[in-house]
């Protein structure tokens, strides 16, 4: 059960777009559309931001985006404002009924 | 309103054991699967173990975790459990549990509702 790779950090200036990536194996988020993003502020539990690689479940703003090529998924903010500063992990179904997270990105809003 | 709350975190020796529990509500908690996470002090998060949504429902673990930490619910007490044994100095972390995104599917289509967290030490 190897975690799911993420850069350690993405940084951005309000307004911009940014894109984290989360790569796995064909094992993982490259067989299954599984792949979902949790956002988490400092000492707060995580938030789902996106689930089944790109549905945005309700109440999640719209500038959050998912997407997935081959082994790797993808996480777009655009428009980036301060309160998007967090950490970000994504997740995936993995062969043999067990989930991996990824290792997760600080985003920081410059 | 929909909410999870976890208890039963302290500290323990190497080796002891402790059960967490996880009281829902706001929602019809025998419909929902059912999940525990973990996030060690400073690092990422880390799924630990799961359960469908019958209270003799099927059960996932983690590699690390499988064979030393149990997941049960009480459907009718709207509850999940974890009951840790031997436990060791790499389990120490805040335990989240955390909710299915749908009914009927399985915890990893996503997750949409956490708890605040429970805190296990592990130290002599």
């Known amino acids: 059960q190897s975690a799911l790779t993420q850069p350690a950090s993405v940084s951005g200036s309000p307004g911009q777009s940014t894109t984290i990536s989360c790569t796995g194996t064909s094992s993982d988020v490259g067989s299954f559309n599984l792949v979902s993003w949790y956002q988490q502020h400092p000492g707060k539990a995580p938030k789902l931001m996106i689930s089944?690689?790109?549905h945005r479940p309700s109440g999640v703003s719209n500038r959050f985006s998912g997407s997935k090529s081959a082994n790797t998924a993808f996480l777009t903010i655009s428009g980036l404002q301060t309160e998007d500063e967090a950490d970000y992990y994504c997740?995936?179904?993995?062969?043999?009924?067990?989930?991996?997270f990824g290792g997760g990105t600080r985003l920081t809003v410059l | 309103e929909v909410q999870l709350l976890e208890s039963g975190g302290g500290l323990v020796q190497p080796g002891g054991s402790l059960r967490l529990s996880c009281a829902a509500s706001?929602?019809?908690?025998?419909?929902?699967?059912m999940t525990w996470v973990r996030q060690a002090p400073g690092k990422g998060l880390e799924w630990v173990s799961g359960i469908s949504k019958r209270s003799d429902g099927i059960t996932d673990y983690a590699d690390v975790v499988k064979g030393r930490f149990t997941i049960s619910r009480d459907n009718s007490a709207n509850k999940v459990y974890l009951q840790m044994d031997s436990l060791r100095a790499e389990d120490t972390a805040v335990y989240y549990c955390?909710?299915?995104?749908?009914?009927?599917?399985?915890?990893?289509?996503?997750?949409?509702?956490w708890g605040q967290g429970t805190t296990v030490t592990v130290s002599s």
């Open positions: 955390a909710k299915a995104l749908y009914g009927a599917t399985p915890f990893y289509y996503g997750v949409d509702v």
């Open positions: 089944e690689v790109t």
């Open positions: 997740s995936s179904y993995a062969t043999g009924s067990t989930w991996v």
């Open positions: 706001g929602f019809t908690f025998s419909t929902f699967a």
